[in-house]
Structures are given as C-alpha cells and as structure tokens.
C-alpha cells in the first residue's frame, strides 16, 4: 500500500474509551492493599510468562522503539533509579499478577534475555551513553562475565502488589489514570487479561493482516496501542442486534467480549460469523476510501472543511451505513451525493454536537447514528435501522 505509516493522533475527546465516565465511588477503592517489595530483575524474569501475565497476543505489539529498549537495558546495567512495577492479583488467586504499569519495561526484560526482539532479530546493545564496553554484546555474550551478569541480574525493580479489588472498573480506573502521559496504550490489554478467551485472541490475530482497517488509520502494521482492535470491536458490538449500547463503551465492548468468547468456546464454527461481519467492515472501509477525497473519510466536516484527525464516532456511523450492501452499491454509485449527504448532515446541530462533546452518551449516540441513517435512507430509497441501543433513563 503506498500510504505512510503514521502515529497520528485520535481525537482527544468522548468517542475514545480513556475518556468514559468510571462510574466507581471512592468506596470502591477502600479494600484495596498495595503491597510494595523490591523483586530482583532475575526474580521478575522468572515469573514473566508463568506468575505474571503478558500473553503472546500482546507481545507482538510493542509499543516501545529499540532504541528505547536498550537505553532501558542500560539503565539497568547503571543502576539508575527506574519507576516501580505496578501488578494486580488476578481475581481469585494470589499468585497470579496482571501489569496495570509496566509491561513495555517487562516485555524489554524478557527479551533481552531470552536474546531477540520481535522482528526475530538478535537483541544486541547498540549506541550505548555510557556503557561503551558492552556495545554491540547480547544477554549471552555478556552474560558469561560473572560480574555484568550479577550487575543484571542482581540490580532491584520496586514492585507494587494490588489485591482486595472487588470490581473490575477499579482496575481500568487505575490503568486510565497510569496511562495518562505521553504514551497511552489500549484498554483492550486490560481488557484482554480480565476477559481472556478465543474470541479476543481472534481478533488481535485478524487485526494483523493489513487491510482496509490500517489504511484508514494510516497504519503500515498492526497498531503497537491496538487502536485496530478496538475498531473492530466496536463495529462488531454495534452491529449486534442482542448487544445493547446503554452509554457506557467500555461495558459495550466488555460485553460482546464476553458474549463472543463464550459462542467462540460453545461453537467453534462462530468464527465464520464473525470474519463476514469483519470482511463486511473492510469492503464498507475500503469503499469509504474510494468515495471520499484523500484522508478525509471518518474525519469530521465543519465550517466547510475537513478536520485532520480520525474521528470514533464519524467511523461508527459512515462504516455502519456502507456496511449494508445495497448502501454501499448505491453510494459507490452516487459518490457526490454521498459525500453531500454527509456534508449537509455535519452542518445540523444537532449531529454536530453528538460528534464534539458527550458522544458516548446515549442521546447523541442515537442523534448521530438516527441523523445521518435517516438521511441517506431519504435519498437512496434503502431503509436502514441504527444499532440497538437503550432508550435515555430519566430521574
């Protein structure tokens, strides 16, 4: 694909998950003990894999830049202070942690010494600060000198022990709030160690094909915070008619997740469903792509101009709209009108608000989605009906 791959910025407002209400009180978090140790760097590599849960699925999409990792490495080497480890006791076990701060250090950790990164390529220390004598070296190399090995392995890591959570909102509360500054990753990794099962693995492993999904979010390769993940999931669940958006995104995505896992454990011939619906995403991406000018699909249109930035909630209701066959034959058809139609429906309040400000709530995710369905329904004669979602609760 001849696109650049860029770490280009999401809009920074509702339609993202980071942004949600937590709908936890400070009650929530009265049982919880936190239990600080210092664990060796020996003792954490032991447990990577066994105690302490980075699954495979999540390996592979590292967000930290080799550089990066060796300059961590060589921290390590040095001794120099490094920020505490931050883990949670898996709900029903005390030897079990899941990374709520830290796994970019961990994963770094485990493969240096087991000696390859990701690409398959030999973890080699390169364009070492300080540690000139150790440049070019692996873990196995350097590993045969007792002293560097002891300064490794013997170097400690402050480690914090989370236990007595009683709801899981307090965790994602916790990792929103860790994961404010510089580099945010996905909810989907918390997501994937409280929710675990076939269904998500599936779609981590599909989100790494490069299709139409990474095009449209100017991606080369799967996306190191799984901003595709969370796409597909959220198309998936508002495609769902039994699955009921009740303004809460996380619990939305939570719920297909679980309802998934358990129709993918129950009847393994589900993942048949779930790849159309997926294709169905991709042909409804790709004819977006074709029918809109360059990088302006699922960007919002405002005072006649297309605005830079991906846009969640404009993905949820132009891919849900070109996700019907007929919608998307017509539209590939009647590109202008299509395009006007988008345009015409931008400049009602209304639609604008329900894409700017509180989006996640269920008054603007139907506005939205009502809006614009109504609209291309008028003008192409094809009857479409918006997501399942609950009617608004009043006190």
């Not at 490794?152 to 860790?178: C, K, M, P, S």
């Not at 101009?305 to 539209?331: C, K, M, P």
Request: negative net charge; glycine residues 4%.
């Amino acid at each position: 694909m001849a696109y650049e791959d860029r770490d280009e910025p999401f809009e920074e407002q509702e339609p993202t998950e980071e942004a949600g209400t937590p709908n936890v009180t400070a009650a929530d978090f009265s049982s919880l003990l936190i239990s600080p140790t210092d664990w060796t760097i020996e003792t954490l590599y032991r447990q990577i894999g066994n105690q302490i849960d980075l699954t495979p699925e999540f390996q592979r999409r590292n967000v930290w830049s080799t550089q990066t990792k060796i300059s961590f490495i060589e921290s390590l080497f040095l001794g120099v202070p490094i920020p505490q480890i931050l883990l949670s006791a898996s709900s029903g076990s005390t030897r079990s942690f899941l990374v709520l701060d830290g796994k970019q250090r961990l994963l770094t950790i485990k493969e240096f010494i087991d000696g390859s990164l990701p690409s398959g390529q030999a973890f080699r220390l390169k364009k070492l600060r300080v540690l000139k004598e150790l440049e070019g070296k692996t873990w196995d190399e350097i590993e045969k000198n007792d002293q560097w090995s002891f300064e490794l392995l013997n170097q400690t890591q402050r480690t914090a022990v989370i236990r007595g959570w009683e709801d899981e909102r307090v965790l994602y509360e916790i990792f929103h709030r860790l994961n404010s500054g510089s580099v945010k990753l996905s909810p989907m990794e918390l997501r994937m160690s409280l929710h675990p099962g076939d269904f998500l693995k599936f779609l981590i492993q599909w989100t790494e094909t490069i299709g139409p999904l990474h095009q449209l979010i100017s991606k080369q390769r799967p996306d190191p915070r799984m901003n595709d993940v969370e796409l597909a999931a959220r198309f998936l669940a508002f495609s769902d008619p039994d699955i009921v958006y009740a303004g809460d995104l996380k619990n939305f995505i939570d719920e297909l997740c679980i309802q998934y896992n358990n129709a993918f454990a129950q009847n393994p011939s589900e993942v048949n469903n779930v790849i159309s619906h997926l294709d169905n995403m991709n042909e409804a991406i790709d004819a977006g792509l074709k029918i809109f000018p360059d990088r302006k699909f699922c960007r919002k249109f405002t005072n006649g101009e297309y605005e830079n930035q991906f846009n969640r909630a404009i993905f949820d209701v132009l891919v849900g709209a070109l996700s019907h066959n007929q919608v998307r034959e017509w539209a590939l058809e009647n590109k202008i009108n299509f395009i006007q139609c988008y345009k015409d429906v931008s400049d009602i309040d209304d639609f604008r608000r329900s894409v700017e400000t509180t989006t996640k709530s269920i008054t603007s995710t139907k506005t939205r989605f009502t809006l614009f369905y109504d609209e291309i329904s008028k003008r192409s004669g094809i009857l479409i009906n918006i997501p399942a979602i609950a009617d608004e609760v009043t006190n």
